[in-house]
């Protein structure tokens, strides 16, 4: 995997907003590729009839099966992306989650679209929102442009990342009044990156066209991944180079260490300092 350096004003965008913003992270003929692998993965949700007034049977959420294409195989170590979220969270990583997500167009008259504010892999559930860890960054690649408002994009409360209490939302609205809701105008070929405390929630798509991402979550290894994430298997495995390998779940254990990307980020001086058991006083 090729080194893209994190530049400090990116790792202070990030900090601050609990986002960033990876513009030309692929380039025209990677969405081409794209489209056409998704496309034939959402064959079936593509060619039924449309439920008129019902945008949630409009929507595809695709989760397993990705893998399956060679074009969605190659993002797993896709560098412009993923050289970044090493940095921003260590080599001690693999793939936790995989999703293709397709809406197609909704009437501009139709009712405010219900959301569905939150945060990513459900540790307030049980820890709360006060001190929340930073263990997980999403990746979502956009195939198509999203250059207007209500088009299709996830929507983003800017900061809330460092929130340590539920949003407040009025009475009859649907979204919060306290934060900065960003609607973020984006490329086909640009990529979001996000981290898991941020609150953010699907949005309508009030276009004339299908909109189309590609999202990849990366979190540490000691974190087991979603239950639908595809199983790689020993041939896959043996084809991968090494760092493919160890984002796949290529080591048995969480003990061995994550030799692909710890020589990797060694190699490239990003590697972050070793934390001890114990110093001597």
């Known amino acids: 995997m090729d080194f893209i350096h994190l530049k400090p004003e990116q790792r202070q965008s990030f900090n601050e907003d609990g986002f960033l ?6 380039d025209a003929g990677a969405v081409a590729r794209l489209i056409d692998a ?3 993965l959402a064959e079936s949700f593509l060619n039924k009839p449309e439920v008129i007034n019902r945008p949630e049977y409009n929507h595809l959420d695709l989760r397993p099966g990705l893998l399956r294409e060679k074009a969605l195989l190659a993002l797993v170590s896709h560098p412009s992306t993923v050289s970044l979220v090493v940095q921003l969270l260590s080599p001690n990583i693999h793939l936790h989650s995989t999703a293709l997500i397709y809406k197609r167009p909704e009437s501009p008259e139709a009712p405010s679209f219900r959301r569905g504010w939150h945060r990513d892999i459900r540790i307030p559930r049980d820890l709360g929102h006060g001190g929340l860890p930073l263990v997980g960054i999403k ?13 299709g994009m996830t929507l ?26 960003c ?3 984006l490329n086909a070929g640009d990529a979001l990156l996000f981290e898991n405390r941020i609150f953010h929630t699907a949005a309508p798509n ?3 066209r299908v909109s189309k991402v590609v999202i990849y979550g990366y979190a540490y290894r000691w974190m087991k991944p979603e239950v639908y994430l ?12 090494p760092i493919t390998r160890q ?3 290529g080591y048995k254990d969480v003990d061995t260490p994550p030799w692909a990307l710890q020589q990797w980020a060694e190699r490239h001086n990003v590697h972050p300092k070793s934390v001890p058991w114990t110093v001597e006083i």
Do not use: W
């Open 21 to 26: 913003v990876v513009r030309k992270a692929f």
């Open 38 to 40: 998704g496309d034939r």
């Open 139 to 151: 990746v979502c690649y956009c195939l198509t442009d999203f250059q207007e408002p209500e088009c």
């Open 156 to 181: 983003m409360a800017r900061g809330s990342h460092l929130r340590t209490e539920p949003l407040s939302i009025p009475k009859g609205k649907v979204d919060p009044k306290d934060v900065e809701v």
């Open 183 to 185: 609607d973020l105008k």
């Open 206 to 208: 009030r276009s004339n």
């Open 230 to 241: 595809d199983v790689a298997d020993a041939r896959l495995l043996e084809q991968a180079d």
């Open 247 to 249: 984002l796949l779940g």
